[in-house]
C-alpha cells in the first residue's frame, strides 16, 4: 500500500489559483524612444571614426539680439590693446569662432566631457550649408558681401561617438583663427583639449587667438550688475531676456544622463536652446562692447558706473587724456555715494599723474571737505613740494590730524597716519624755521 505524498509547495499555489512562469504575463511595451532627429531639426554627418548628429541654424545680417546687432561693426583696437593680442587688429570676423561647450560637470578633468558643442561663425549668404559638402573651404569674404551667422551645435548621442563629434567639429572650425568664449580660457578650451589629446586628434585650435569675454565683463560691470553670468548680461546689458525654453545650466548635466538611460531626447530641447542662445549672446556682447569701447563718450552708456568702469579700463591702458575725461564725465551723472568718492581719488591721482595738479587740487579739495584724510595729506605734499608754502602744508597736515583723532577707526591704521603726520609736521616746521632763520640773515646783511 503506498503513502500518499504531500503536496508540495508548487501545487499548494496552484490551487489557490497561483499562475506560475511567464506564459500568461501580458507584453510590456517598450518604453517609447525619441531621437534627437525627431526632436531638433539637424542631420547625421558621416566620418572615419562614425556619424555625429549636428543641429544648423543661421541668423541674418537683420536679426538682433535684444538692442544690439550680432556682427560687430566698430573697430576691435581697445579691446586688442585689453587683451594683448594683436592679431584681432588684422584678423577678419570670419575668421572668429564662438564657442560653448555643455558637459557631463563642470569639475574638469578627464572623466567631465562635452556633450555637445555651439559654434558659430560669419559666413556670406550663399555659402553652402556644412551638411551638403564633404569639406570647408577658405573663405574669401568682401567686407561688403552679404552675410549670415551660421550656427552649427555638434551632439554626441553615446559616449562611443566622441570621436567622431571631434573630428566633424574639426572641420566646421578649419577656416578659423581664433576663438570667442565666456569662460573658455578656464573651462571650454582646456577640456576639448583634453578630449582631443585622449582621442589622439590634432587640437583643431592650436595657436588661435583666443578673446575670453568674461574678465572683460568683470571689469565693465562688476560695480554696477551683482551677477556677470552670461545670461544675466543678455537680460541687463543687451535687454535680451530668454523665452521659457530656457534651461538652468545646472540641470544639463543631469538631463543627458536621463537621456543615456531613456533614450528619449525630448528633455534635451531646452539644452539645444541653452546653448544656441550662449553662443549668439557671445556674438552680441562682443557687438556691444566692441561699440562702447570705440566710442566711451556715446550717450547710449546711461550709467554711471559703466562710464567710470570704462575710465579705469582706459587709465590701465595708458589712454590718461581719455580716462580723465571719462571720469569727469562719470562724476557728472548719478552715483552710488561710495563709488564718486573713489572716482573723486581716482580722477585726482589720474590728474597727479598727468602732470594736471590743478585738476589734482579741486578734486583733493572736494574730498576733504567731506573728511577724507588722504585728501588733507595729499594736499599736504602738494603744497610742501609743488609751491613750497610751508606754512600752507603744515596747516592741511595738522587739520589731518585732528581728523584721525575724531574718527573711529581701528588702531593699526590710527597709528599708521598719526605717525606719518607727526612726521611730516616735524618736517615742515624744520622748514618754516630754516626758511625763517634764512630771511633773518638775509635781512641783517
Known amino acids: ?22 506564459e500568461d504575463l501580458s507584453k510590456v ?85 562635452a556633450f555637445l558643442v555651439g559654434v558659430g561663425r560669419f559666413v556670406p549668404s550663399d555659402f553652402p550649408s556644412e551638411s551638403s559638402i564633404q569639406s570647408v573651404p577658405q573663405m574669401d569674404v568682401k567686407e561688403d558681401r552679404p552675410w549670415t551667422f551660421r550656427l552649427e551645435q555638434f551632439f554626441m548621442r553615446d559616449p562611443a561617438e566622441e570621436a567622431a563629434m571631434l573630428e566633424r567639429l574639426a572641420e566646421f572650425l578649419a577656416p578659423t ?67 521659457v525654453e530656457e534651461v538652468p545650466g545646472y540641470e544639463i548635466p543631469y538631463l543627458y544622463f536621463d537621456y543615456l538611460r531613456s533614450r528619449d531626447a525630448r528633455p534635451l530641447k531646452g539644452v ?42 582706459y587709465e590701465d591702458l595708458g589712454q590718461w587724456d581719455i580716462a580723465a575725461r571719462l571720469f569727469e564725465r562719470g ?32 578734486m583733493w579739495e572736494t574730498a576733504a571737505e567731506q573728511g577724507h584724510v588722504y585728501a588733507h595729506v595729499e594736499l599736504a605734499k602738494y603744497y610742501e613740494h609743488q609751491r613750497q608754502n610751508y606754512a600752507e602744508a603744515l596747516k592741511w597736515t595738522r587739520r589731518a590730524g585732528e581728523l584721525v583723532s575724531s574718527l573711529d577707526i581701528p588702531r593699526y591704521m590710527y597709528n599708521h597716519w598719526m605717525e606719518e603726520l607727526k612726521h611730516r609736521e616735524e618736517r615742515l616746521v624744520e622748514k618754516i624755521q630754516k626758511r625763517h632763520s634764512h630771511g633773518v640773515e638775509e635781512s641783517m646783511k
Do not use: C
Open 272 to 313: 539645444f536652446y541653452h546653448n544656441a542662445m550662449d553662443v549668439v549672446a557671445m556674438a552680441a556682447l562682443l557687438s556691444h562692447v566692441s561699440a562702447i569701447l570705440a566710442n566711451p563718450f556715446s550717450e547710449a552708456i546711461e550709467h554711471g558706473l559703466d562710464v567710470v568702469a570704462l575710465a579705469k579700463l
Open 177 to 243: 583663427q581664433a576663438l570667442v568664449t565666456f569662460n573658455g580660457k578656464t573651462f571650454d578650451a582646456p577640456l576639448l583639449t583634453t578630449r582631443y589629446s585622449l582621442h589622439n586628434i590634432p587640437l583643431p585650435f592650436k595657436d588661435y587667438a583666443h578673446l575670453d569675454l568674461l574678465p572683460l565683463a568683470r571689469r565693465l560691470w562688476r560695480d554696477r550688475l551683482p551677477s556677470r553670468a552670461l545670461k544675466y548680461l543678455e537680460e541687463n546689458v543687451l535687454s535680451a531676456p530668454r523665452t
Open 331 to 362: 562724476l557728472e551723472m548719478q552715483l552710488p555715494e561710495p563709488d564718486f568718492w573713489l572716482a573723486i581719488q581716482r580722477l585726482a591721482r589720474l590728474g597727479k599723474r598727468r602732470g594736471d595738479l590743478e585738476t589734482a587740487v579741486r
Open 29 to 113: 511595451p517598450p518604453l517609447p524612444q525619441f531621437e534627437i532627429d525627431k526632436v531638433v531639426p539637424g542631420t547625421y554627418r558621416s566620418g572615419l571614426t562614425g556619424e555625429t548628429f549636428v543641429a544648423e541654424q543661421t541668423f541674418g545680417s537683420d536679426y538682433r539680439h535684444g538692442r544690439s546687432a550680432i556682427r560687430p561693426e566698430a573697430p576691435l583696437d581697445v579691446l586688442a590693446a585689453w587683451a594683448r593680442e594683436p592679431r584681432f587688429l588684422e584678423l577678419p570676423l570670419e575668421s572668429y569662432a564662438f564657442l560653448d561647450t555643455e558637459t557631463s560637470g563642470l569639475a574638469g578633468g578627464t572623466g567631465t566631457y
Open 1 to 22: 500500500m503506498s503513502v500518499p505524498q504531500k503536496p508540495s509547495l508548487v501545487d499548494k499555489l496552484k490551487s489557490l489559483g497561483v499562475k506560475l512562469g511567464t
